[in-house]
């Protein structure tokens, strides 16, 4: 049983992430760990943000769904957790998976109001739609995971709205996040570069590109953990989000960063490669070599260049129909227009996020489908 739920946190920490062109959706990890409600359990557990992650994915119609988690420090220690669970939040906290704060205030609704995310409470922020009018005016933008059949579902208390809906980016966002930033703390997991910490060198480098918003302390950008001012670092390189659609679904988005070459395939020999393998059926599998495609952003253009050895195809403008595929023989490179697909194999596509649709029924694969039911009572539903 032990085991099962280091694979449930496994699975869930793939799914926590302080990358602004990835997270959903913003929560406070001590606030939602406390849901008893949700499963009648103990009084903290650490799977609940599963169960929430979960609820997220399916209103949202998308796979591996990621929230961008405010952690207090005080958690860390929090006798309610298992010392399993606390060692795993701490592994995040180092890895700058969750921003872990002494004091989170109000950052909740910053990063909220800085990416244009939704936020996840069951506060009601009434003191706050001054200085945040989209709590109140924007449907969807501030919502409630509450107990449903089969798991949370989000309700308002304010604003309105059932759905989780994403807004814009505010201009003090854009214009933090236009630039990268360099924290003075050494081995600062959220805006480090270099140095510090024994186990700096073994953590994964951490892209500039994908750097949290900076918290702003009296309109000057500051280090939310360390509460240090940051300094400029340069401008932040150019991104696009790319997204995985297999069998209709958007299975996963990841981040296409100038300068750096991502791998796309059954089983890419790349760290930070997409991994397709678990979505595949059989012939699928066998024809999907295990880097497939490449892609990379050159001068804002996404090129794609097939690396495998059966060969891809170009859905041009997102058009289904088949005498409109061109393909994409081995080693051939094309630069992607507007709503272009590259097609690994019939059923397995991948463009730009926000212009590839979903075209199928949402039949999720749940982040908790490893949790022992001794562990969690979920509702029938
Ligand atoms: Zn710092």
Not at 74 to 103: C, I, K, P, Q, Y
Not at 124 to 138: A, I, K, S, Y
Request: with cysteine; proline share 9%.
């Amino acid at each position: 049983m032990r085991f099962e739920i280091s694979k449930v946190l496994d699975a869930i920490e793939g799914r926590v992430c302080t990358d602004p062109s990835l997270a959903r959706a913003v929560l406070d990890l001590a606030e939602v760990i406390r849901y008893q409600d949700l499963d009648s359990g103990r009084p903290a557990n650490l799977l609940r943000l599963g169960m929430v992650i979960d609820a997220l994915a399916r209103d949202l119609e998308e796979d591996s769904v990621p929230v961008y988690a405010i952690v207090h420090r005080a958690l860390l220690s929090d006798a309610d957790l298992t010392s399993n669970e606390r060692m795993v939040v701490r592994r995040w906290a180092d890895d700058g998976l969750v921003e872990v704060l002494d004091n989170p205030g109000d950052r909740m609704l910053e990063v909220a109001d800085l990416l244009g995310l939704p936020v996840l409470s069951r506060a009601r922020f009434d003191g706050l739609r001054g200085r945040f009018p989209w709590v109140v005016e924007q449907p969807g933008r501030v919502l409630a995971p509450v107990p449903g059949a089969g798991g949370p579902v989000f309700i308002a208390h304010v604003g309105g709205g059932n759905v989780p809906v994403a807004g814009a980016r505010s201009a003090t966002g854009a214009k933090l996040l236009a630039r990268q930033w360099r924290c003075p703390e050494p081995g600062c997991a959220l805006f480090g570069g270099g140095g510090g910490g024994a186990f700096a060198d073994l953590r994964a480098e951490r892209s500039p590109a994908g750097q949290p918003p900076p918290a702003l302390r009296h309109g000057a950008p500051t280090c939310p953990r360390h509460g240090a001012r940051l300094s400029d670092a340069g401008p932040r390189p150019r991104t696009e989000v790319l997204a995985v659609r297999v069998g209709g679904l958007i299975r996963r988005r990841f981040v296409l960063t100038e300068g750096q070459a991502v791998l796309v395939g059954r089983a890419p020999d790349q760290q930070g490669g997409i991994v397709l393998g678990q979505w595949l059926n059989d012939e699928a599998r066998r024809w999907i070599s295990r880097s497939h495609v490449r892609f990379e952003l050159r001068v804002g253009e996404v090129i794609v260049t097939d690396v495998s050895t059966n060969g891809s195809g170009i859905r041009p403008g997102g058009s289904m129909a088949e005498p409109d595929r061109v393909p994409l023989a081995p080693q051939q490179s094309r630069v992607l227009s507007t709503n272009d697909m590259v097609e690994l194999y019939p059923g397995v596509q991948i463009g730009r996020a926000d212009e590839l649709p979903a075209g199928a029924p949402f039949t999720p694969t749940s982040v908790m489908a490893e949790a022992p039911t001794m562990a969690m009572r979920l509702p029938k539903p």
